[in-house]
């Protein structure tokens, strides 16, 4: 019964064409890349990620590491 089932598949191609599905699946997808410095990802409303250098009021920089 095995050999049969292998032969089977080896005929009908099942694997390649569940492959070949696979990559029109993802062909035809929208891409998830953005053109950067023109279009911003969504960010969330929590996010406080500002990079400043930080000075004193004599102007020495704070180390903030």
Do not use: D, Q
Request: charged letters at 30%.
């Amino acid at each position: 019964m095995k050999r049969v089932t292998e032969a089977a598949k080896a005929l009908l191609l099942t694997e390649f064409l569940s492959a070949f599905w696979l990559a029109l699946k993802y062909f035809v997808k929208p891409k998830a890349t953005i053109n950067y410095p023109f279009e911003r990802g969504p960010l969330s409303p929590r996010f406080r990620g500002e990079h400043a250098l930080r000075r004193y009021p004599n102007g020495e920089e704070r180390c903030i590491a």
